[in-house]
């Protein structure tokens, strides 16, 4: 081993060490020393306070995205009309065979929105999407 190999291994040992925190009489060292174990303290008491904050948004943001999409989802216009009259078709051009031309019109029926529920579509869209970007901050924030 050469001499910067060993200054090198005690240098490490050294910093890695609490004895010449404890044992030093100089008033700045132990200033440092008791500075350093404080702030430690502090923020480790101020992660773990971070980290249950962090966990109670997340859960908060993914219930409220589930409500949100439930409410959306159940804003939809009904589909079944679409699907009956598509079955009709489906029946007339086995009954009539492929040949025959049908009347294709009524399969997209026109859905009018008021503005209120406009409104009430684009607050309900933009709450998703804050939730969601709630969820993911937290995600990172807890990384």
């Not at 159940?74 to 009954?95: E, F, H, K, W, Y």
């Amino acid at each position: 081993m050469s001499r910067s190999d060993i200054l090198e291994q005690i240098l490490s040992v050294l910093r890695t060490s609490s004895i010449a925190e404890e044992l030093s009489n100089d008033v700045k060292s132990k200033f440092w020393a008791t500075y350093k174990k404080v702030s430690d303290e502090y923020d480790n008491d101020f992660l773990a306070r971070a980290h249950g904050d962090i966990g109670i948004i997340l859960t908060f943001a993914g219930l409220l995205s589930a409500v949100i999409s439930t409410f959306i989802g159940g804003m939809q216009p009904d589909s079944r009309d679409t699907t009956n009259a598509l079955l009709v078709q489906l029946i007339q051009v086995i009954v009539d065979g492929p040949s025959a031309v049908h009347d294709i019109g009524n399969l997209s029926p026109t859905t009018r929105y008021s503005s209120s529920a406009v409104w009430v579509q684009t607050l309900a869209y933009s709450g998703l999407a804050l939730s969601i970007l709630a969820a993911f901050g937290a995600v990172v924030g807890k990384q």
